[in-house]
C-alpha cells in the first residue's frame, strides 16, 4: 500500500521567510504534489509552495496558520500535511523618551522573549528576558540605552520551551535629540593600564549646571544613555533615584526648603508614571492614622527612602515645630 509522510509535522515562521518541508511516499514512486490550504502550490494569502518543498510564508500583520499538504501522484488520496504557523513581524515604536523604544511581539505559544540590538546588525547588546502569557500572546519591551540622535538596528528573539528559537525580522530606530543646554557635560577618564568593568552609571545630578536633566544613565564613555526630568508645578528636583527589581525606577523629587513640592514615584523606562505618593496625599494618611504619633503633618519628603522587602517605604521627612526657651533665639521659634 501507498503511505505519504510530512516532515516537519508544525513548524513556526516568520511572515515571509522559507521553511523546508520534505515528503516521503513508500509503495510507489516518491512524486507528490504540494498543496497549502487545499490550493494547489499555494498562493499569496496563505502562503506558497514549490515542487521541492520550500515554503514561503505569507506577508501578515497578525498571527497566522496554515496547512501544507503532500499527495501521492500515483494515488492522490494518499496524503500527509504539516502545520505552520506564521509570526507576524513585530512592532517598533517611539515612546515619550527619546532615547527609549518600545518593541511588541507576540509569540503564538509560551515564550521568553528578548530583544537584541545596536549599531548593526551583529547587535552587541540586549535587553533581559520577558515571559509571554501562558499560550501565547503580545509581549511589549521598552528597548533603552542608546545613545542620542543615532540610528540602531534591534530584533526579538523568542525561545520556546522545547528550546527551539525564533528571530523577527531585524528593525530600524533612530533615537531624538534634546536642548544641547540640558545634556550634561560627562567626561569619563580610563587610569593607564586598568580596564573598567563593564555596565552603566546611574547619576542624579541634584540640579547641577543649571539647566540640566535631574538624573542620567551614561555609559563608561561618558555618553548619555537615558534621562529623566518630569516637568512638575514647583520645579522640584530629582533627589534620589534608585532601580526596582522591575527594571523601573523609583525615584524621589522635592524643591527647596525642606522637602517643598515632594513626591515619590515609580516610573518605566519610557518615564510614564506607575504610581505616585506626593506629600499632600502622605498628610492625609498621617491625619487619618491610628498608631500613636502618627497624626503629625510634614512640610515635605526629601533627600532619601528606603524600599523595604515588603514594598513599603521608609521616607525621610520634615516637619515644621514650634519650640520656647532655646538660647539664642525668640520665643516662639
Do not use: R
Request: hydrophobic content about 40%; charged content about 10%; proline content about 6%.
Amino acid at each position: 500500500s501507498i503511505a505519504v509522510a510530512v516532515s516537519p509535522q508544525s513548524v513556526i515562521v516568520g511572515a515571509g521567510q522559507v521553511t523546508q518541508f520534505t515528503a516521503t511516499v513508500t509503495g510507489a514512486n516518491s512524486g507528490v504534489t504540494w498543496s497549502v490550504n487545499g490550493i494547489a502550490g499555494g498562493d499569496a494569502t496563505v502562503g506558497t509552495i514549490d515542487s521541492m518543498g520550500n515554503y514561503t510564508a505569507p506577508a501578515v500583520a497578525q498571527n497566522a496558520t496554515a496547512t501544507v499538504s503532500a499527495a501521492s501522484n500515483v494515488d492522490p488520496t494518499k496524503s500527509a500535511t504539516g502545520a505552520v504557523t506564521i509570526v507576524a513581524p513585530g512592532v517598533v515604536t517611539a515612546t515619550a523618551n527619546v532615547q527609549v523604544a518600545m518593541y511588541t511581539i507576540t509569540p503564538p505559544v509560551s515564550a521568553n522573549v528578548s530583544i537584541q540590538f545596536g549599531p548593526d546588525t551583529t547587535y552587541g547588546l540586549k535587553t533581559w528576558e520577558q515571559p509571554s502569557l501562558s499560550g501565547g500572546g503580545a509581549v511589549t519591551i521598552l528597548v533603552a540605552g542608546m545613545k542620542l540622535n543615532s540610528t540602531y538596528h534591534m530584533q526579538a528573539i523568542l525561545k520556546f520551551a522545547d528550546g527551539t528559537e525564533f528571530d523577527d525580522v531585524d528593525h530600524k530606530f533612530t533615537t531624538g535629540t534634546l536642548p544641547a543646554a540640558n545634556v550634561p557635560n560627562v567626561v569619563a577618564t580610563t587610569s593607564a593600564g586598568a580596564t573598567p568593568q563593564s555596565g552603566v552609571e546611574l547619576l542624579d545630578l541634584v540640579g547641577i549646571g543649571e539647566p540640566s536633566l535631574g538624573a542620567v544613565v551614561t555609559d563608561l564613555g561618558g555618553n548619555v544613555l537615558w534621562t529623566y526630568n518630569p516637568p512638575l508645578p514647583g520645579s522640584p528636583q530629582v533627589n534620589p533615584i534608585k532601580l526596582l527589581a522591575n527594571g523601573h525606577f523609583l525615584v524621589g523629587l522635592s524643591a527647596q526648603p525642606d522637602g517643598t513640592s515632594s513626591l515619590v514615584q515609580e516610573v518605566d523606562l519610557s518615564g510614564q508614571v506607575i504610581w505616585q505618593l506626593t506629600g499632600t496625599q502622605l498628610n492625609q494618611a498621617l491625619a487619618t492614622a491610628s498608631c500613636a504619633g502618627c497624626n503629625i503633618t510634614v512640610y515635605g519628603m526629601h533627600h532619601d527612602f528606603a524600599v523595604l522587602p515588603n514594598g513599603h517605604l521608609i521616607v525621610i521627612a520634615s516637619e515644621n515645630v514650634v519650640e520656647t526657651g532655646l538660647t539664642g533665639f525668640p520665643n516662639p521659634v
